[in-house]
Structure formats: structure tokens, C-alpha cells
């Protein structure tokens, strides 16, 4: 069964970045579409950036220019480097895959249950 383990997160001010990083173990992560969601309280699970297995990347015009997802498959790893963060990211941030980029973009019936997240918190 895929696991993912989420960490990095933190507290930080207003216009400061974080790198977000998911460990993926039980299945060939070389071959997934991998994606960062987001939920901030009272709202529903998004996605924030998404990968295919070749490295080709898409993300949500609320975090374009400032969030970079990457990979590295040798670690069997997705990173989130976030940049210039706003409160409004605010949000327990999680990753997820499947074998399909437009299932990692839809955001259900994904490989793995979902993680513990990493928390992000955006204040000054």
C-alpha cells in the first residue's frame, strides 16, 4: 500500500518561504503523477501544484510564480518550495498520486490514503 509522510512546514511571516517535502514508499514512485492539496478550516481539500512522472508541472493560479513543486525519484520524493507566502495560504498541506496526471489533477480516487499533512501558518 503507497504511504506518504508530508513535513516542513511551519510558522512564517508574511512574504517568507518554506520548502515542503512527501517521502513516498510501497509503490514505483517513478511512474506517478504526483500533487500538493491544500485545506485550510471550513474549506474543502485543492490542489495547490501537480507533477507528471516526466517533471512537467501545472499549479493553481492562486499560487502561480510563488510555489515550485519538483521531484526527486531517486529519493522517491515531491517537494513544495513556497515562496513569497501570504496568510491566506494558510492550510494543512498534504501530497497524493496516482499513475494518471488528470486523476492527481481531479484530486480523487488517488493511490494512498492521505497523510498526516504538514502544518502551514502564514502570520506575522
Known amino acids: 500500500q503507497v504511504q506518504l509522510v508530508e513535513s516542513g512546514g511551519g510558522l512564517v511571516q508574511p512574504g517568507g518561504s518554506l520548502r515542503l517535502s512527501c517521502v513516498v514508499s510501497g509503490s514505483d514512485f517513478s511512474i506517478y503523477a504526483m500533487g500538493w492539496y491544500r485545506q485550510a478550516p471550513g474549506k474543502q481539500r485543492e490542489l495547490v501544484a501537480a507533477?507528471?512522472?516526466?517533471?512537467?508541472?501545472e499549479s493553481a493560479d492562486s499560487v502561480k510564480g510563488r510555489f515550485t513543486i519538483s521531484r526527486d525519484n531517486a529519493k522517491n520524493t515531491v517537494y513544495l518550495r513556497m515562496n513569497r507566502l501570504k496568510p491566506e495560504d494558510t492550510a494543512v498541506y498534504y501530497c497524493?498520486?496516482?499513475?494518471?496526471?488528470?486523476?492527481?489533477?481531479?484530486?480523487?480516487?488517488?493511490?494512498?490514503?492521505w497523510g498526516q499533512g504538514t502544518q502551514v501558518t502564514v502570520s506575522s
Open positions: 497524493n498520486g496516482s499513475p494518471s496526471i488528470e486523476t492527481v489533477l481531479v484530486g480523487t480516487h488517488l493511490a494512498g490514503p
Open positions: 507533477i507528471t512522472s516526466g517533471g512537467s508541472t
